[in-house]
C-alpha cells in the first residue's frame, strides 16, 4: 500500500550499485534500503560511488535495520559514531515534536501498549548530527539498565543523521514497517528526504455510503432509535468532517418489509430525509446483469424514480451504486445506458476495478461519461451487525480502526468512498462506532485534514489527482471467480480470441487470414461493417465502446459440436502504443502472431498502397518526398511518413509486445517465405497454436501464375484468390530511396537480429541477412 500512489523507480540495492553513469541524476530523491547492513557492508568503490551520488544530487537515505539471529549489545556502526542494540521487545511509542521530519504524522501521543515482535533495535548516539524521531519504552528487563540507575528511559527506534558529518542526510528505523505508525514515519521520511517530491497531499475527502436502504429480513432494519442515533453521530462526525453527511442508497420495493417498529424506522427515516444525501439502488436489489433487456432494466429504474419522488427523496445527486457492484465492473452496457436515460447519473463507484484485491491497487476509469470511482471496504458487512459475532471481536476491529487497515486505507488515499449497509447501523450500531472512532484517531496521530463532498465533487477532483486512470483497462471476467459470477450470463469466455495476428500493415495480413479462415476448427470475427475483417479494438475509440461490444464481433455457435479457436486479426495492433498492454489485460493467455518482410518495402508498399485508394497526400509527393518529409511540413504529410516509417521498427515494437507477453506466446512468421511457401508456414503456425487435427494446406493452396502468390483452390482449373487490391505490380522504389531507407533501417535491423537470437529457435529471415549487407 505505501507505494501504490507513489511515482517510484526501484534500484535493487544491495552490496554493489549501477555505474554512478548509470543511475538517473537529479531523479533519485531517495534511495531505500531495506536490509541496513547491506548498506554499512558495501565494498569500497561502491559506497564511495553512491555517496558521492547522494552528495551531489541531494540524495537522502533510508534504511532499515533487519532481523538477526545474533542479538547485538552496544555495537557500532561500521563508519558512524552510533551504536545499535538489537532484539528487543519494546512498548509504549511516541514521536519527538521537535522532529523536523514530522508532517503527516502528529506528535504528542504515545501508543500505549507492546509494539509488534521480539526484534526490534534501538541506537545510542553521542554526536549532534543525530536527533531521534521516536521513542519507546523496554518491555521486560532484556534491556540493562544504564549507570544512573534509570530504567525508564525512552529508547531510540527511529533515528534521523543531519548529514553534519559527511553530507549525506539519514533516517534509520530499528524495525520494519509491520508497525502501523512506522508507515506513517516512512510516508514522512520520503517526504522529507525527497524535499518534497515524493508527498502525499494532507487533504482526505470522505463519504460513507448506506446501501440497502429499506432492503433486509426483519429484525436487521432501522428502528426510530436507531435514526436518531444515525443524525447525531453524523452532528459528531461533521464537527470533525466538514461536509460530512451519510449518503444513503435505497430500493424503495422494500420500504414497509420489517416488524411493525422497523417500519417506523423506515417512515422517522423519510420524515427526516433532507438530513442526508440520497441515491438509487435498484426498485429491486438484485444484479442488474440479470437484465438482458434495457427497456425491463429502464422500468425497474423509473419505479425507484417514483418512489423517490413521493417520498421527497432528492432525485439529483447524479450518483448510484448498482446492487452487488454487478454491472459497474465487468462493465454490463445496458446498465450504464439505462442509468444515464432515467437518473442522469454521472457517477459511481466500485470495488471491483480491476480486482476486489489488494485493495489497495483499486483504481477509477470513465465509461460512457460516468466517472467510475474506486469504493473501500471498512470492514463491515451486510451480516456484521453485532460485536460479539463480529471475526476477532472488538480487538480485531479496534486494531483495523488504530493504526490498521481501516485507518491506513485513508491515510493512503487521498479520496474514500467506504462502502456499508444498513444492517451496520442497528442492532449493536457498529458502523457508527468504527467511523466515529477512526475519525477521531486520525485526529490525534495524524495531520490529515479531513473533510467530504457531493459524489460528482469527488469524482472530478479523483480524475485531476489521476488523469491516467480516465482510460479503462477491460479485464478478463473469467481469470476472477467474482467477476464470473457477477457477468451476464449471456456471455462466454470461450467466445474471446485465442490468438492475435497484429500486423504489421502491408506485411501478408490479409493472406494470412484468408489461409487460417480455410481451416475447419479456426474461425475469425464476424465482419465490421466500418473496417471489414479488422476490429480494430484494441487501438482506437471503439476500446471504449466496451466488452460487450467486442464481443459481439464472436457469438458463440451453439450448435456447433466442438468449440472453434477463434482469433482476430487487424494489421494495425502491430506498433498501437497500447495496444499490448490493454490486449494483454483482456486476453493474457492468448498467442501473438506477427509477419514480418523488409521494412523498406513494406514502407514503399504502404506508400503505393495509399496511392492507390486516391490518397491526395501520395498522389501529390514522391516516395522521396514523403520519407524526407521535414517536422515542419504539414501535417498530412508528417502523418504519411510516420506510417510509412514507424511500424518498420520492428525490434522495438515487439519489445513492447514481449513486456507484456512471453517469448512463448510470440509467433513471427517471415512474411516473404508466406509468399513463397506458405503450406510450410502455415503446417509451423498450426505446431505454435497446437490446433488438433492439422489441416493439409499442401491439397488446399496453389500458386496462381496470373496474381503470383498462393490462391485458393477451387477446383481442378480454378483458384480463389485475393481481390485486385492484392498482389499489385508497382514500379520499383528508386534508388535513391532506397539507399536511403537501408541506412535508416539499419540500426532498427541490427536489434532485430540480436532480439530473434535472444529469442532463440527462429531462424534469421534471408530479407534481414539482405538488408543488412547491403546497408552496410
Not at 414497509?256 to 424506522?265: A, F, I, P, R, V
Not at 490468438?499 to 474461425?523: C, D, E, N, R, W
Request: proline fraction near 5%; charged fraction near 20%; glycine fraction near 6%.
Amino acid at each position: 500500500m505505501l507505494s501504490s500512489r507513489f511515482r517510484y523507480k526501484i534500484e535493487v540495492a544491495g552490496k554493489s550499485l549501477p555505474s554512478l553513469t548509470n543511475l538517473d541524476k537529479g531523479r533519485y530523491g531517495v534511495i531505500v534500503f531495506e536490509n541496513l547492513d547491506k548498506y554499512l557492508h558495501m565494498d569500497k568503490w561502491n559506497r564511495e560511488l553512491l555517496d558521492k551520488y547522494c552528495r551531489e544530487y541531494s540524495v537522502g537515505v533510508i534504511g532499515f535495520v533487519s532481523p538477526s539471529e545474533e542479538t547485538l549489545v552496544a555495537a557500532q556502526l561500521r563508519g558512524f559514531p552510533l551504536f545499535v542494540h538489537t532484539n528487543l521487545r519494546l512498548r509504549d511509542a511516541s514521536l519527538n515534536p521537535a522532529s523536523p521530519v514530522l508532517r503527516l504524522t502528529r506528535a504528542g501521543e504515545t501508543a500505549w501498549g507492546a509494539l509488534p515482535g521480539d526484534d526490534w533495535a534501538v541506537f545510542q548516539h553521542n554526536h549532534s548530527t543525530y536527533e531521534p524521531i521516536e521513542w519507546a519504552q523496554r518491555n521486560s528487563q532484556d534491556y540493562p539498565s544504564d549507570s544512573g540507575g534509570q530504567v525508564h528511559l525512552p529508547l531510540t527506534t527511529v533515528l534521523q543523521d543531519h548529514g553534519q558529518l559527511d553530507g549525506i542526510k539519514r533516517i534509520l528505523f530499528g524495525s520494519n514497517l509491520h508497525f502501523w505508525l512506522h508507515r506513517l514515519l516512512f510516508l514522512d521520511a520520503l517526504s522529507y528526504l525527497s524535499h518534497g517530491q515524493l508527498s502525499l497531499s494532507l487533504e482526505r475527502m470522505i463519504l460513507v455510503d448506506i446501501d440497502d436502504i429499506f432492503v433486509g429480513e426483519k429484525g436487521t432494519r432501522l428502528r426510530p432509535d436507531d435514526v436518531r442515533a444515525l443524525i447525531a453521530t453524523q452532528k459528531i462526525i461533521a464537527s470533525m468532517v466538514p461536509g460530512f453527511r451519510f449518503n444513503l442508497g435505497f430500493s424503495g420495493k422494500y420500504h414497509h418489509h420489517g416488524t411493525h417498529e422497523e417500519n417506523l424506522g423506515d417512515d422517522f427515516l423519510l420524515q427526516n430525509v433532507h438530513e442526508f444525501t440520497w441515491f438509487s439502488h435498484m426498485w429491486k436489489h438484485q444484479q442488474p446483469h440479470l437484465y438482458d433487456n434495457i427497456t425491463l432494466l429502464i422500468s425497474e429504474m423509473q419505479l425507484n424514480h417514483a418512489f423517490a419522488e413521493d417520498h421527497n427523496i432528492p432525485t439529483t445527486s447524479g450518483y448510484s451504486i448498482s446492487p452487488h457492484h454487478s454491472g459497474v465492473y465487468p462493465a454490463h452496457e445496458i446498465l450504464y445506458e439505462a442509468w444515464q436515460k432515467v437518473w442522469n447519473i454521472k457517477v459511481t463507484s466500485t470495488e471491483e476495478y480491476p480486482h476486489l484485491r489488494p485493495a489497495r491497487l483499486r483504481r477509477g476509469f470513465i465509461h460512457r461519461n460516468i466517472m467510475v470511482l474506486p469504493r473501500q471496504t471498512c470492514g463491515l458487512f451486510t451480516h456484521t451487525m453485532y460485536i460479539d459475532r463480529y471475526p476477532g471481536g472488538r480487538d480485531k476491529l479496534d486494531e483495523s480502526i488504530q493504526g490498521g487497515e481501516l485507518f491506513q486505507t485513508i491515510v493512503y488515499n487521498p479520496i474514500n468512498i467506504f462502502m456499508t449497509h444498513m444492517s451496520n447501523y442497528g442492532s449493536d450500531r457498529l458502523a457508527l462506532y468504527t467511523f466515529q472512532s477512526v475519525i477521531k484517531f486520525l485526529q490525534c496521530w495524524t495531520n490529515l485534514k479531513l473533510a467530504s463532498a457531493p459524489p460528482i465533487q469527488l469524482a472530478e477532483m479523483y480524475f485531476r489527482l489521476h488523469p491516467e486512470e480516465v482510460d479503462p483497462v477491460w479485464g478478463n471476467p473469467c481469470d476472477d471467480p467474482r467477476h464470473r459470477k457477477i457477468w451476464s450470463k449471456s456471455k462466454n469466455c470461450d467466445s474471446l480470441p485465442k490468438f492475435l495476428v497484429i500486423g504489421p500493415q502491408k506485411t501478408g495480413t490479409t493472406a494470412l487470414y484468408t489461409f487460417l479462415s480455410m481451416h475447419s476448427s479456426i474461425a475469425s470475427n464476424v465482419p465490421s461493417p466500418d473496417s471489414f475483417e479488422e476490429i480494430q479494438f484494441f487501438n482506437g475509440k471503439n476500446y471504449y465502446r466496451g466488452l460487450d461490444w467486442y464481443m459481439d464481433f464472436f457469438p458463440m455457435d451453439t450448435n456447433a459440436s466442438t468449440i472453434r479457436y477463434m482469433f482476430e486479426k487487424s494489421a494495425t495492433y502491430f506498433d498501437g502504443e497500447t495496444v499490448p498492454k490493454r490486449a494483454h489485460a483482456l486476453l493474457p493467455h492468448a498467442k501473438i502472431v506477427t509477419i514480418l518482410i523488409s521494412p523498406a518495402k513494406r514502407a514503399y508498399s504502404w506508400y503505393q498502397h495509399q496511392r492507390a485508394h486516391s490518397d491526395a497526400i501520395a498522389n501529390n509527393y514522391s516516395f522521396y518526398q514523403v520519407i524526407t518529409a521535414a517536422d515542419t511540413a504539414p501535417k498530412a504529410l508528417r502523418d504519411l511518413r510516420n506510417r510509412c516509417l514507424n511500424p518498420g521498427k520492428y525490434a522495438q515494437y515487439l519489445e513492447r509486445w514481449l513486456s507484456y507477453y512471453t517469448a512463448q506466446q510470440l509467433h513471427i512468421i517471415d512474411g516473404e517465405q508466406l509468399r513463397l511457401n506458405p503450406v510450410d508456414v502455415m503446417n509451423d503456425l498450426q505446431r505454435f497454436l497446437k490446433i488438433q487435427p492439422a489441416f493439409d494446406y499442401s491439397n488446399r493452396l496453389r500458386y496462381d501464375i496470373k496474381k503470383g502468390f498462393y490462391c485458393q483452390i477451387v477446383n481442378e482449373k480454378r483458384n480463389k484468390c485475393l481481390g485486385k487490391s492484392k498482389g499489385r505490380q508497382y514500379p520499383p522504389m528508386d534508388e535513391r530511396s532506397a539507399k536511403l531507407l537501408q541506412r535508416y533501417y539499419l540500426s532498427h535491423n541490427t536489434a532485430l537480429v540480436k532480439l530473434m537470437k535472444k529469442l532463440g529457435a527462429r531462424p534469421i529471415p534471408q530479407w534481414l541477412k539482405d538488408d543488412l549487407s547491403t546497408g552496410t
